[in-house]
């Protein structure tokens, strides 16, 4: 438990304000779990102790992931005590540890946990402006080294994924795209053949009506011939007589 077990009561309601305004904030991305009176406990465990902080954050997915854990501090609470209790087992947690001080304490915390060797990942302040709360960045510590490492690991792997499936959905895209030119090709090929067959069979037809035509203007001109020919045939006789 905190060392402080009891805050003034305006401290306490804007203590508890903070909290349901950050429980808002994280709700959408992760699994919240709060430490309010009240409120149904979410501890984490931390070896064989089992801490309380303020917020718990965890993954909606099955592996359940401890994302964050976030502590808010008042005036009262800042102080050397709060640090060793609360501070020290919450920055060695392997997740991102989060403190919010109000505005005017934030050198103050600073200077706590350059003394007591606490990393804490960030600081934010907060101020009440008429009936809003309000939250800055005051402070973010660089990457730990084994999550810079994690993260250094999983970039590669992550970007070979992404590779890989770009690499999938252009071999699948290409494969559509052939089948489908195969599909659209077909009935042109065909459709040219038939031109094609049309254009050979008009020939064709045109070229035996000609030659029937020929032919019958033939034996038209042979049935003529004869035809004089006969007809000249007596009289030569008739005369020779």
């Given amino acids: 438990m905190s060392p402080i077990l009891v805050r003034p009561v305006r401290e306490q ?9 950050l429980l808002a904030r994280w709700r959408r991305r992760f699994e919240v779990g709060v430490n309010l009176a009240g409120e149904p406990a979410a ?27 976030i502590e808010v501090e008042t005036n009262v609470s800042i102080n050397h005590l709060e640090a060793m209790a ?25 200077r706590l946990c350059d003394e007591k060797r606490i ?12 009936s809003q709360v309000r939250f800055a960045l005051a402070h973010r510590a660089p990457a730990r080294k084994g999550k810079a490492r994690k993260a250094s ?6 970007r070979a994924k992404h590779a890989r499936k770009k690499t999938a959905e252009t071999s699948v895209k290409s494969g559509r795209a052939a089948a489908s030119r ?27 009506g000609s030659r ?11 049935t003529t011939s004869r035809r004089s ?13």
């Fill in 86 to 110: 609360q501070w020290v087992p919450f920055a060695r947690v392997r997740a991102p540890f989060h403190l919010y001080v109000p505005l005017g304490a934030v050198e103050g915390t600073r």
């Fill in 13 to 21: 309601f804007e203590h508890d304000r903070v909290i349901r305004l």
């Fill in 43 to 69: 501890p984490l465990r931390f070896g064989t102790r089992l801490l309380f902080p303020d917020l718990v954050l965890t993954t909606n997915d099955r592996a359940r992931r401890l994302h964050g854990v």
């Fill in 182 to 208: 195969k599909k659209t090709a077909k009935p042109k090929t065909k459709a040219k053949k038939a031109a094609v067959a049309r254009k050979t069979k008009s020939k064709t037809t045109r070229a035996a």
């Fill in 119 to 130: 990393t804490v990942d960030e600081i934010w302040s907060y101020h009440t402006v008429g």
């Fill in 153 to 158: 690991k999983a970039k590669p792997a992550l």
């Fill in 229 to 241: 020919t006969a007809r000249k045939a007596p009289t030569k006789r008739s005369s020779r007589r």
């Fill in 212 to 222: 029937k035509t020929a032919g019958r203007a033939k034996t038209r001109a042979t």
